[in-house]
Protein backbone atom coordinates (compact mmCIF):
# COMPACT_ATOMS: atom_id res chain seq x y z
CA UNK A 1 0.00 0.00 0.00
CA UNK A 2 1.23 3.22 -1.00
CA UNK A 3 0.96 6.34 1.19
CA UNK A 4 0.54 10.20 -0.23
CA UNK A 5 3.78 12.20 -0.16
CA UNK A 6 3.50 15.27 3.15
CA UNK A 7 4.49 18.02 1.32
CA UNK A 8 4.41 21.21 4.08
CA UNK A 9 4.61 23.48 1.11
CA UNK A 10 2.19 24.31 -0.98
CA UNK A 11 4.02 26.65 -3.37
CA UNK A 12 7.70 27.32 -4.30
CA UNK A 13 9.55 29.07 -6.67
CA UNK A 14 12.98 30.26 -8.41
CA UNK A 15 13.87 33.01 -9.38
CA UNK A 16 15.55 37.26 -8.62
CA UNK A 17 13.91 39.67 -6.68
CA UNK A 18 15.45 43.24 -6.65
CA UNK A 19 15.29 46.54 -5.25
CA UNK A 20 12.22 48.93 -6.66
CA UNK A 21 12.67 52.48 -6.38
CA UNK A 22 9.69 54.49 -7.83
CA UNK A 23 9.19 58.06 -8.91
CA UNK A 24 5.78 59.86 -8.81
CA UNK A 25 7.00 61.76 -11.92
CA UNK A 26 9.81 61.58 -14.56
CA UNK A 27 13.33 60.15 -12.99
CA UNK A 28 15.22 62.67 -13.50
CA UNK A 29 13.49 64.99 -12.09
CA UNK A 30 12.04 63.35 -8.91
CA UNK A 31 13.38 64.50 -5.79
CA UNK A 32 12.35 61.59 -3.85
CA UNK A 33 11.84 57.73 -4.52
CA UNK A 34 10.02 54.92 -2.74
CA UNK A 35 11.51 51.82 -1.90
CA UNK A 36 10.19 48.53 -2.92
CA UNK A 37 10.91 45.22 -4.31
CA UNK A 38 9.78 43.06 -7.20
CA UNK A 39 10.48 40.33 -9.18
CA UNK A 40 8.21 38.03 -11.46
CA UNK A 41 8.36 35.19 -9.28
CA UNK A 42 8.49 36.48 -5.80
CA UNK A 43 5.69 39.11 -6.91
CA UNK A 44 3.42 35.02 -7.54
CA UNK A 45 4.75 34.01 -3.91
CA UNK A 46 3.49 37.16 -2.17
CA UNK A 47 0.11 36.73 -3.93
CA UNK A 48 -0.40 32.93 -3.41
CA UNK A 49 0.69 33.26 0.35
CA UNK A 50 -1.56 36.00 1.13
CA UNK A 51 -4.38 33.77 0.05
CA UNK A 52 -2.77 31.25 2.74
CA UNK A 53 -0.66 29.42 1.06
CA UNK A 54 2.64 27.96 2.13
CA UNK A 55 5.46 29.36 0.21
CA UNK A 56 8.96 29.20 -0.16
CA UNK A 57 11.49 30.98 -2.03
CA UNK A 58 14.50 29.94 -4.05
CA UNK A 59 17.34 32.73 -4.16
CA UNK A 60 20.15 34.48 -3.65
CA UNK A 61 20.36 37.56 -1.92
CA UNK A 62 22.81 40.06 -2.00
CA UNK A 63 24.72 41.32 1.05
CA UNK A 64 24.29 45.18 0.15
CA UNK A 65 22.56 47.66 2.30
CA UNK A 66 19.30 45.87 0.95
CA UNK A 67 19.51 42.49 1.48
CA UNK A 68 18.76 41.91 4.98
CA UNK A 69 15.39 44.25 4.17
CA UNK A 70 14.14 42.06 1.18
CA UNK A 71 14.58 39.07 3.39
CA UNK A 72 12.69 40.57 6.27
CA UNK A 73 10.11 41.88 3.68
CA UNK A 74 9.22 38.15 2.35
CA UNK A 75 9.43 36.65 5.25
CA UNK A 76 6.28 39.35 7.07
CA UNK A 77 4.50 37.83 4.03
CA UNK A 78 4.42 34.45 5.30
CA UNK A 79 7.60 33.48 2.98
CA UNK A 80 9.84 31.22 3.79
CA UNK A 81 13.85 32.01 2.98
CA UNK A 82 15.52 29.29 4.36
CA UNK A 83 16.89 29.11 0.54
CA UNK A 84 16.83 32.64 -0.06
CA UNK A 85 20.67 32.93 1.85
CA UNK A 86 22.74 36.24 1.93
CA UNK A 87 25.79 35.86 -0.06
CA UNK A 88 28.63 38.15 -0.86
CA UNK A 89 27.22 40.70 -4.05
CA UNK A 90 24.48 43.50 -4.86
CA UNK A 91 21.05 43.28 -5.33
CA UNK A 92 19.32 44.49 -8.99
CA UNK A 93 17.92 47.83 -8.66
CA UNK A 94 15.07 49.05 -11.23
CA UNK A 95 14.00 52.14 -11.09
CA UNK A 96 10.11 53.23 -12.53
CA UNK A 97 9.77 56.67 -14.08
CA UNK A 98 6.51 58.59 -14.45
CA UNK A 99 5.98 60.18 -17.25
CA UNK A 100 3.17 63.25 -17.63
CA UNK A 101 0.95 60.94 -19.87
CA UNK A 102 0.81 58.23 -17.68
CA UNK A 103 3.32 56.00 -19.12
CA UNK A 104 5.80 54.25 -17.09
CA UNK A 105 9.71 53.72 -17.78
CA UNK A 106 11.95 50.94 -16.36
CA UNK A 107 15.59 51.54 -15.99
CA UNK A 108 17.71 48.24 -14.64
CA UNK A 109 20.39 47.82 -12.92
CA UNK A 110 20.62 44.18 -12.14
CA UNK A 111 23.98 42.98 -14.60
CA UNK A 112 26.26 40.91 -12.28
CA UNK A 113 23.90 40.66 -9.05
CA UNK A 114 23.72 38.42 -6.68
CA UNK A 115 21.04 36.65 -8.09
CA UNK A 116 22.17 36.04 -11.53
CA UNK A 117 24.55 33.90 -9.69
CA UNK A 118 21.93 31.16 -9.49
CA UNK A 119 23.23 27.60 -10.19
CA UNK A 120 21.60 24.24 -10.03
CA UNK A 121 23.97 23.84 -6.52
CA UNK A 122 21.28 26.56 -5.63
CA UNK A 123 18.37 24.21 -5.94
CA UNK A 124 18.13 22.20 -3.10
CA UNK A 125 16.33 18.19 -4.42
CA UNK A 126 14.41 17.87 -0.64
CA UNK A 127 12.88 21.35 -0.93
CA UNK A 128 11.40 20.95 -4.20
CA UNK A 129 10.10 17.88 -3.31
CA UNK A 130 8.43 19.54 -0.01
CA UNK A 131 6.25 21.04 -2.42
CA UNK A 132 3.03 20.48 -4.21
CA UNK A 133 3.90 23.35 -7.09
CA UNK A 134 7.27 24.86 -8.36
CA UNK A 135 6.91 27.61 -10.25
CA UNK A 136 9.58 28.71 -12.90
CA UNK A 137 10.27 31.39 -15.41
CA UNK A 138 11.64 32.88 -18.34
CA UNK A 139 13.47 36.17 -17.04
CA UNK A 140 15.26 33.68 -14.40
CA UNK A 141 16.05 31.57 -17.70
CA UNK A 142 17.35 35.12 -19.20
CA UNK A 143 19.68 36.82 -16.54
CA UNK A 144 22.52 34.34 -16.96
CA UNK A 145 24.00 30.79 -18.03
CA UNK A 146 24.07 29.35 -14.53
CA UNK A 147 20.41 30.94 -13.67
CA UNK A 148 18.99 28.96 -16.73
CA UNK A 149 20.80 25.78 -15.81
CA UNK A 150 19.20 26.07 -12.22
CA UNK A 151 16.06 26.46 -13.40
CA UNK A 152 16.64 22.88 -15.91
CA UNK A 153 17.96 21.30 -12.59
CA UNK A 154 14.57 22.32 -10.54
CA UNK A 155 12.10 21.03 -13.22
CA UNK A 156 13.98 18.05 -13.45
CA UNK A 157 13.77 17.47 -9.83
CA UNK A 158 10.19 18.41 -9.41
CA UNK A 159 9.48 15.67 -12.32
CA UNK A 160 11.46 12.86 -10.36
CA UNK A 161 9.44 13.77 -6.97
CA UNK A 162 6.26 14.23 -8.35
CA UNK A 163 6.02 18.16 -7.74
CA UNK A 164 3.80 20.01 -10.22
CA UNK A 165 5.55 22.57 -12.95
CA UNK A 166 4.83 25.89 -13.39
CA UNK A 167 6.10 28.41 -15.96
CA UNK A 168 5.63 31.44 -17.14
CA UNK A 169 8.14 31.97 -20.12
CA UNK A 170 7.52 35.92 -19.59
CA UNK A 171 9.80 36.87 -22.63
CA UNK A 172 11.74 39.90 -22.50
CA UNK A 173 13.61 40.73 -25.21
CA UNK A 174 15.79 42.81 -23.90
CA UNK A 175 16.95 40.84 -21.01
CA UNK A 176 17.63 37.67 -24.18
CA UNK A 177 19.24 40.52 -26.60
CA UNK A 178 21.92 40.59 -23.97
CA UNK A 179 22.33 37.35 -23.36
CA UNK A 180 22.46 36.48 -27.21
CA UNK A 181 24.03 39.27 -28.45
CA UNK A 182 21.63 39.65 -31.48
CA UNK A 183 18.71 42.09 -31.77
CA UNK A 184 16.02 40.21 -29.96
CA UNK A 185 17.30 37.24 -28.43
CA UNK A 186 13.91 35.63 -29.96
CA UNK A 187 15.75 32.41 -31.19
CA UNK A 188 17.44 32.18 -27.60
CA UNK A 189 14.11 32.36 -25.60
CA UNK A 190 12.59 30.22 -28.06
CA UNK A 191 14.97 27.00 -27.15
CA UNK A 192 14.80 28.01 -23.26
CA UNK A 193 11.36 26.85 -23.76
CA UNK A 194 11.84 23.93 -25.22
CA UNK A 195 14.25 22.85 -23.51
CA UNK A 196 12.06 23.19 -20.08
CA UNK A 197 9.01 21.84 -21.66
CA UNK A 198 9.21 18.02 -20.90
CA UNK A 199 9.02 18.98 -17.62
CA UNK A 200 6.06 21.62 -17.71
CA UNK A 201 2.55 20.46 -16.18
CA UNK A 202 1.02 24.18 -16.85
CA UNK A 203 2.32 26.79 -19.16
CA UNK A 204 1.37 30.48 -18.04
CA UNK A 205 2.33 32.63 -21.20
CA UNK A 206 0.87 36.13 -21.52
CA UNK A 207 -0.77 37.54 -24.66
CA UNK A 208 0.24 39.28 -26.58
CA UNK A 209 4.07 39.64 -25.41
CA UNK A 210 4.68 35.62 -25.12
CA UNK A 211 3.17 35.19 -28.42
CA UNK A 212 6.72 35.98 -30.04
CA UNK A 213 7.76 32.32 -28.63
CA UNK A 214 5.46 30.24 -30.85
CA UNK A 215 6.86 28.35 -33.98
CA UNK A 216 6.79 30.53 -37.05
CA UNK A 217 6.15 27.43 -39.30
CA UNK A 218 2.91 26.53 -37.06
CA UNK A 219 1.26 30.11 -36.65
CA UNK A 220 1.99 33.67 -37.76
CA UNK A 221 2.13 35.17 -34.73
CA UNK A 222 1.32 38.80 -35.82
CA UNK A 223 -1.87 37.81 -36.96
CA UNK A 224 -3.13 34.90 -34.14
CA UNK A 225 -5.36 36.29 -31.81
CA UNK A 226 -5.67 34.99 -27.59
CA UNK A 227 -7.42 31.86 -28.25
CA UNK A 228 -5.46 30.69 -31.56
CA UNK A 229 -2.41 31.42 -29.20
CA UNK A 230 -3.75 29.63 -26.18
CA UNK A 231 -4.10 26.30 -28.64
CA UNK A 232 -1.01 26.77 -30.32
CA UNK A 233 0.93 26.81 -26.92
CA UNK A 234 -1.43 23.46 -25.68
CA UNK A 235 -0.28 21.71 -29.22
CA UNK A 236 3.00 21.72 -27.30
CA UNK A 237 1.68 19.31 -25.22
CA UNK A 238 0.71 21.08 -22.51
CA UNK A 239 -1.88 22.46 -20.15
CA UNK A 240 -1.93 25.96 -21.04
CA UNK A 241 -3.37 29.14 -19.02
CA UNK A 242 -3.06 32.21 -20.74
CA UNK A 243 -3.18 35.95 -19.56
CA UNK A 244 -4.61 38.70 -21.80
CA UNK A 245 -5.46 41.28 -19.42
CA UNK A 246 -8.52 42.95 -20.00
CA UNK A 247 -9.62 40.51 -22.33
CA UNK A 248 -9.51 37.68 -19.85
CA UNK A 249 -8.05 34.14 -19.77
CA UNK A 250 -7.80 31.31 -21.87
CA UNK A 251 -7.57 28.05 -20.27
CA UNK A 252 -6.86 24.98 -22.95
CA UNK A 253 -5.08 21.48 -23.10
CA UNK A 254 -4.16 19.09 -25.90
CA UNK A 255 -6.69 18.51 -28.08
CA UNK A 256 -9.36 20.96 -26.37
CA UNK A 257 -10.51 24.08 -27.56
CA UNK A 258 -9.97 26.65 -25.45
CA UNK A 259 -12.46 27.63 -22.82
CA UNK A 260 -12.59 31.28 -21.96
CA UNK A 261 -12.92 32.97 -18.53
CA UNK A 262 -13.83 37.12 -19.06
CA UNK A 263 -11.98 39.39 -16.64
CA UNK A 264 -14.54 42.13 -14.88
CA UNK A 265 -13.63 45.66 -16.08
CA UNK A 266 -11.28 47.38 -14.08
CA UNK A 267 -12.47 51.01 -14.24
CA UNK A 268 -9.20 52.64 -12.06
CA UNK A 269 -6.16 51.31 -13.49
CA UNK A 270 -3.34 52.84 -11.98
CA UNK A 271 -0.05 50.44 -12.76
CA UNK A 272 -0.26 47.25 -14.45
CA UNK A 273 3.28 46.08 -13.10
CA UNK A 274 3.21 42.90 -11.54
CA UNK A 275 -0.49 42.23 -12.54
CA UNK A 276 0.34 39.03 -14.15
CA UNK A 277 2.30 37.70 -11.50
CA UNK A 278 -0.70 38.64 -9.00
CA UNK A 279 -2.73 36.38 -11.30
CA UNK A 280 0.05 33.83 -11.39
CA UNK A 281 0.01 33.50 -7.14
CA UNK A 282 -3.77 33.01 -7.55
CA UNK A 283 -4.08 30.85 -9.93
CA UNK A 284 -1.93 28.18 -9.01
CA UNK A 285 -3.28 29.08 -4.85
CA UNK A 286 -6.75 28.37 -6.14
CA UNK A 287 -5.44 24.38 -8.17
CA UNK A 288 -3.83 23.73 -4.95
CA UNK A 289 -6.73 24.21 -2.41
CA UNK A 290 -9.07 22.07 -5.29
CA UNK A 291 -10.62 24.52 -7.30
CA UNK A 292 -11.35 24.22 -11.09
CA UNK A 293 -9.44 25.92 -13.40
CA UNK A 294 -12.23 27.59 -14.44
CA UNK A 295 -12.89 28.77 -10.64
CA UNK A 296 -9.17 29.42 -10.35
CA UNK A 297 -9.26 31.95 -13.54
CA UNK A 298 -11.67 34.22 -11.62
CA UNK A 299 -9.99 34.18 -8.22
CA UNK A 300 -6.78 34.94 -9.85
CA UNK A 301 -8.70 37.71 -11.50
CA UNK A 302 -9.66 39.29 -8.68
CA UNK A 303 -6.31 39.64 -7.41
CA UNK A 304 -5.06 41.00 -10.39
CA UNK A 305 -7.92 43.93 -10.22
CA UNK A 306 -6.40 44.41 -6.79
CA UNK A 307 -2.75 44.84 -8.23
CA UNK A 308 -3.35 47.98 -10.85
CA UNK A 309 -5.50 50.09 -8.37
CA UNK A 310 -2.38 50.48 -7.12
CA UNK A 311 1.22 51.20 -8.19
CA UNK A 312 4.61 49.14 -8.04
CA UNK A 313 5.11 45.46 -8.32
CA UNK A 314 3.22 44.47 -5.15
CA UNK A 315 0.42 46.16 -4.32
CA UNK A 316 -0.68 46.81 -0.36
CA UNK A 317 -2.80 43.40 1.06
CA UNK A 318 -6.30 43.64 0.22
CA UNK A 319 -8.46 45.10 2.99
CA UNK A 320 -10.81 42.33 3.91
CA UNK A 321 -14.41 43.20 3.11
CA UNK A 322 -17.06 44.29 6.22
CA UNK A 323 -20.01 42.15 6.82
CA UNK A 324 -23.38 44.15 6.21
CA UNK A 325 -24.46 44.98 9.99
CA UNK A 326 -27.53 42.96 10.69
CA UNK A 327 -30.67 44.97 10.60
CA UNK A 328 -34.00 44.01 12.92
CA UNK A 329 -37.30 44.46 12.14
Known sequence: MTHPVHRPLDLIALGECMVELRADGPLGDALQLTRACGGDTLNALVSAARLGSRCGFISRVGSDPFGHGLRRAWQAEGIDVTHAPLVDGENGVYFISLHADGEREFTYRRAGS????????????AYV???????LSGITQAISASAQAATRHAAQLARQCGTRVAFDPNYRPRLWADRAGDGTGLDAARAAL???LPFVDLLLPSFPADAALLDHSALDHTSV?????????????????????????????????????PAPPVPDVLDTTGAGDAWNGAFLHALTHAHTPEQAARAAHA??????????????????????PETHA
Open 225 to 261: DAPGAARAFAALGVTVALKAGAGGAWLCSPHADPQHV
Open 129 to 135: AASRTLL
Open 194 to 196: HEL
Open 303 to 324: CAAHAIRHRGALPPPPVPSRPH
Open 114 to 125: AATHLSPADVDA
